[in-house]
């Protein structure tokens, strides 16, 4: 539930370029996510507007999660 509530946050935010999340429905497999799964997970991923140290100064602020690149 959380992640979901996560990245709709995420996907709104101006910084953010793009959010990798089965349950939003703007994913390209929403719909055969969503027919296989009762949940969609924990785990989501999206790219930082800007380059490599623009990334990095985002990660340096994350406090409950783990950069898994």
Request: charged letters at 15%.
């Amino acid at each position: 539930e959380h992640a979901g509530i996560i990245s709709e946050f995420l996907s709104q935010h101006a910084s953010v370029e793009r959010v990798f999340y089965p349950g939003l429905k703007s994913h390209p497999n929403h719909a055969i996510a969503a027919s296989q799964m009762s949940g969609f997970g924990g785990m989501l991923s999206f790219l930082v507007k800007g380059d490599a140290a623009d990334a990095d100064a985002v990660i340096s602020k994350l406090h409950y999660f783990t950069n898994a690149t």
